[in-house]
């Protein structure tokens, strides 16, 4: 892209021109050495220490999450609910559900990748709102806190789609905390959005137009608007229900002469734009790693930049898809289920485009492009899957069995997450400065591959013989697909645990990394690693197309380390 | 090592087969998909490999041939699944005319269950094999989900509505039934079989379970032990709309609307009778609920429904 501050030579082929030697010679501060002292960190208003934050905050959340889904998968080994009580059973897949929902899947890419490098990537000096920016850090904080509360107090067992009147009549558990939690988090992602929607409008450096954005701005650019749009619904819908469960103002219960499906479309209203919130950014970060990856631009670059706005518009109509067997009539079935085939054909568009990227590229299998190409696989039947539960006459025997388990956590946790894996390694020399291990990387990759698999795959099967989700007991014959899976999640956990260890290590013993230790484009790898805390020394004027790789570009033979 | 592992369930509904027909083929769709991106994927990856000595990337920015390639495959044949998805919907939807009504109640974490006959029974269900048989279900707390794998059909189970859901077995033997829908601590214990019989078999369960009396005729005796025959008496002039020969017929209200004369409306007169008076008369009738419970209703509205039934001695509509 960009050859940006014209003063800079040219670079984007030679990283050992800017190796950490040459840095040292002229010792220059950058934002992690800018000021010291904890209140340099807390009330920071750059958008690169809010990110680290938000990172460090999400990895607890991660292993807080993970160790809800041990216990769940560790009870499904065996038939008879013999590790935990029935009622502790429930409150820690609700748990899980709800602490990999709100406070990773949601916020993973946008408040950590999103938060350091949208303001780099357009050749800002910070987020339009930088204030509000460290506002919806603290706000996301405060919906932790009050989510740990709630499950130190006695946890909650609704699952975390709260259906009614189940959460606000029956549950006799912490649900208002809970749910007052969730509607906090809420307003950290509107604030995000916002924010990320107003600084690709107004904050873009000289040259940078529309067309010459990197794609994971575009992707982010998608989500803000689908946050800013949806998430009040879902707000509104929580402040109902504690309504009905504080002071019995009947809205979802019968009994009080309320409708419960009226919540369901509600929450998916909100919900199934949220699997996109979750989603796109991710699709944005693959976009990036196999173009620097495959030393090319992204294949229809423009096709796959109104994709994800397509997908963006399209998923605000389509969340009747939940509720075929629900009640609701059986036209609205029909309605929202053909607009749910037509959100499938931007998402294929995209896979396409990727894979074609690679075509006549320059081919480097790092670990980013490993999580890439994990990726394109597990979203691949993630997507597929998709179809299966969008087609309605599949879906009535489909839905709420373990298939649909399978199908979102291919595309939540093989897509979402393993993007988020691929973007935190391919952009940690920027963060850090220094490069993480790279055998060991690819290592966890594979491992990641196989053993989320081995974990999901069977569900599929599960689920079509017709194993209901939220299961605690279930009938014998299930047990060996159980078991497999209950054995791939622990290769999975395990894959997961690896870079939690060796990227903290690579901060101290990491090969110091350069600017650009990638060769890649893009206005990020001309910052410093790790940037200065304006990002740039004079604001960069931006004078080509995203992904500008020249005719036979290649990968520096220090990239290639096998 | 598989034997005795099943990977697939039984199929054993009159529709049963078309849904894993429409399933194979889409799982046919899906590995033909995913084995020819993984392909592209690893032929690119070890042809394209950066290598020493490799000419180096080929700029190619897009065709516009190839998008509108893959966004009319795909577009065509996800319109042709949805097409003969939504074929099977209305079969599963639609009930054909004359299914035997069953009536199921949902509770934390127990399915009730009555027989045209009478008989009741709890998270069994026993059903005679080539017979189209009605499900008319009502939850009296939480939402539930009557889910029968085998049959590959499942219809959420709501409270203060009704909601039905229909199948016709073809294979006798035992099938799991689930809750679907997560409903509280038992959850997973919301369970039960449904049993399918020969026709005679399934005559001789019902002759040996203990039959009590038919929906009707409990609904009957409760109409006269609720004093509901006082106001409706059936007699011109009386104080409530004569209930015979109305079952299915449009009725007008008092607000110049009319309503279908049914198990909702029924279900809704009874519990809140100020909702909609039928035109011509006073509202006067007092409100029921908390003194009938969902069982209870269903029995009147089998009663009902047979005042309207030629066969049953009720008056022609």
């Known amino acids: ?53 938000y990172l460090f905050t999400i990895a607890f959340m991660i292993l807080v999450g993970g160790v809800f889904a041990l216990l769940v998968r560790l009870e499904l080994a065996t038939p008879a609910g013999d590790l935990l009580q029935s009622e502790n059973y429930n409150k820690i897949f609700t748990m899980h559900g709800v602490v990999m929902v709100f406070f990773f899947l949601i ?95 107004k904050m873009r450096a000289p040259g940078m137009t529309w067309f010459r954005l990197p794609l994971f701005v575009w992707a982010n650019y998608a989500t803000g608007l689908i946050i800013l749009l949806s998430t009040p619904v879902v707000a509104i819908t929580i402040v109902l229900v504690a309504l009905e469960r504080l ?15 009226l919540f369901q479309h509600m929450f998916w209203f909100y919900s199934h734009p949220a699997v996109y919130i979750m989603i796109l950014p991710a699709m944005g970060v693959i976009s990036e790693l196999i173009a620097a990856f495959s030393k090319k631009r992204v294949f229809g670059y423009p096709v796959v930049a109104f994709s994800s706005l397509a997908i963006a518009v399209i998923g605000f109509f389509v969340w009747g898809h939940h509720m075929f067997v629900s009640g609701q009539s059986t036209y609205a079935g029909v309605v929202f289920s053909v607009i749910t085939m037509l959100v499938a054909v931007p998402s294929a568009i995209k896979v396409f485009n990727w894979v074609s990227t690679m075509y006549k590229g320059d081919v480097l299998l790092s670990t980013p492009m490993c999580y890439a190409i994990a990726f394109l696989g597990l979203f691949t039947v993630g997507g597929l899957t998709g179809i299966f539960l969008g087609t309605m006459g599949l879906d009535i025997h489909m839905h709420d069995t373990y298939f649909v388990v399978a199908h979102f956590h291919y595309v939540m946790v093989g897509g979402m997450v393993t993007a988020f894996w691929g973007g935190l390694h391919f952009w940690w020399p920027k963060m850090f400065g220094r490069m993480y291990p790279e ?51 622990t290769l999975l956990g395990i894959s997961y645990l690896l870079p939690m260890i060796y990227l903290p290590w690579s901060l101290k013993f990491g090969k110091v990394a350069g600017k650009n230790p990638w060769g890649a484009k893009g206005l990020e790898w001309e910052a410093d690693s790790p940037p200065t805390t304006f990002n740039f020394d004079k604001t960069p004027i931006v004078t080509e197309e995203a992904y500008a790789y020249p005719e036979g570009a290649r990968h520096q033979p220090e990239a290639k380390v096998v | ?63 516009h041939v190839l998008e509108l390639f893959w966004t009319a495959v795909p577009l065509v044949i996800v319109m042709a699944l949805f097409v003969w998805s939504t074929k099977i919907w209305f079969t599963i939807t639609r009930p054909p005319a004359h299914a035997e009504q069953y009536y199921v109640t949902g509770k934390q974490w127990m399915w009730k269950i009555q027989h045209p ?84 078999d399934y005559q001789r369960w019902l002759s040996g379970a203990a ?50 004369f049914n198990e909702d409306y029924v279900r809704e007169s009874i519990l809140i009778p100020t909702a909609k008076t039928v035109a011509g008369f006073q509202q006067l009738m007092p409100t029921y609920a908390g003194q009938l419970g969902e069982d209870q209703i269903l029995s009147l509205i089998a009663y009902l429904k047979s005042l309207s039934d030629p066969a049953q001695g009720g008056a022609k509509p």
């Open chain 2, 211 to 260: 039959a009590g009396e038919t929906p009707q005729v409990q609904g009957e005796k409760l109409f006269a032990a609720m004093r509901c025959d006082t106001c409706h008496t059936g007699q011109p002039g009386a104080r409530g709309p004569k209930l015979q020969g109305l079952w299915g017929q449009k009725v007008d209200l008092s607000d110049g609307s009319t309503v279908v």
């Open chain 2, 1 to 63: 090592m598989w034997k005795g592992i099943p990977l697939f369930p039984d199929s054993a509904s009159t529709y049963s087969d078309a849904v894993d027909y429409f399933y194979l083929a889409l799982v046919g769709i899906s590995i033909f998909f995913t084995l020819l991106i993984a392909a592209l994927v690893v032929l690119f990856a070890i042809r394209f490999r950066a290598r020493e000595g490799s000419a180096g990337a080929t700029q190619i920015h897009g065709s």
């Open chain 1, 1 to 53: 892209m960009s050859s940006t501050v014209q003063t800079h030579a040219p670079h984007a082929h030679s990283p050992h021109e800017h190796s950490g030697v040459a840095h040292a010679a002229e010792p220059k501060t950058n934002y992690l050495t800018a000021n010291y002292g904890w209140k340099s960190w807390v009330f920071s208003v750059d958008h690169k220490r809010i990110a680290l934050m």
């Open chain 1, 247 to 261: 002071f019995h103002i009947g809205v979802f219960d019968p009994a009080y002469g309320g409708d419960p499906v």
């Open chain 1, 439 to 489: 055998a060991i990387g690819r290592v966890a990759a594979a491992l990641m591959f196989i053993g989320f698999n081995m974990t999901f795959f069977p569900q599929f099967i599960l689920g079509y013989m017709g194993m209901p989700r939220r299961y605690h007991f279930y009938p014998e014959e299930w047990q060996v697909l159980n078991l497999v899976s209950t054995l791939g999640a």
């Open chain 1, 107 to 201: 916020p993973g890419v946008p408040a950590v990748l999103g938060n350091f490098l949208l303001p780099i990537m357009i050749g800002a000096k910070d987020l339009a709102f930088p204030k509000i920016n460290l506002l919806s850090y603290y706000v996301f904080l405060v919906g932790i806190l009050l989510t740990l509360t709630a499950a130190a107090m006695g946890g909650v067992d609704t699952g975390w789609t709260f259906y009614t009147p189940y959460s606000s009549t029956y549950a006799n558990s912490q649900v208002a905390l809970a749910a007052v939690a969730v509607f906090i988090t809420g307003f950290s992602s509107i604030l995000t959005g916002l924010n990320f929607v107003v600084t690709v409008h």
């Open chain 2, 117 to 200: 006959t009478g008989q009741r029974e709890i998270n069994t269900l026993h059903v005679p094999v080539n017979v189209p048989i009605q499900l008319r279900m009502i939850s009296e707390d939480v939402i539930h989900s009557f889910f029968i794998p085998a049959f590959r059909v499942k219809r959420d189970v709501l409270p203060g509505r009704y909601s039905t859901m229909w199948f016709e077995a073809t294979k006798a033997g035992t099938y799991h039934l689930f809750c679907a829908e997560y409903c509280g601590t038992k959850h997973s214990q919301m369970i039960g079989s449904v049993i399918v019989m020969e026709q005679e």
